[in-house]
């Protein structure tokens, strides 16, 4: 499902690029992320075809809102965006600086950075904790 709404996503703002950021959990016993949902691109973020920065206005309240009615099982565990029509997956270089920044907020609270790059004919890559 998850899947499928990102790329719903990505294809009602084209040629722009969009995103979001990612809801779900970690289990670090066991490495896993689940990632179960999405809060869709804020209504501040900048969207152009070729560069996407994530807004913030409201973003808070609902991640909050979420962590409350879950009783803390679901949180923030990422962020994703999209790229452009024949555009592969692969991190850009604004990707990579943008991870480097993820790591160091999520290694604070002892947490996997979690990025997924959403593209054409149902593709997708992520990357968790590295982007080697």
């Known amino acids: 499902w998850l899947l499928s709404e990102l790329h719903k996503l990505r294809e009602s703002k ?11 959990s970690f289990d670090l016993d066991r490495r896993i992320a ?11 973020s900048k969207e152009w075809p070729t560069l996407y920065i994530r807004g913030c206005r409201g973003l808070s309240t609902k991640v909050k809102d979420i962590s409350k009615k879950t009783d803390g099982a679901l949180q923030y565990v990422g962020e994703w965006h999209s790229h452009p029509k024949g555009s ?14 993820l790591t160091a907020e999520m290694d604070r609270d002892g947490l996997p950075a979690l990025m997924m790059i959403v593209g054409d004919d149902a593709r997708y890559s992520l990357f968790i904790g590295t982007m080697e």
Do not use: H, N, Q
Not at 14 to 24: F, M, Q
Not at 34 to 44: A, L
Not at 88 to 101: I, L, Y
């Open 88 to 101: 592969a997956t692969r991190p850009s270089g604004d990707d990579k600086t943008v991870f480097k920044w």
């Open 34 to 44: 689940y990632i179960v949902d999405t809060i869709p691109s804020p209504p501040d």
């Open 14 to 24: 084209l040629p722009t690029e969009t995103g979001g950021v990612l809801i779900g």
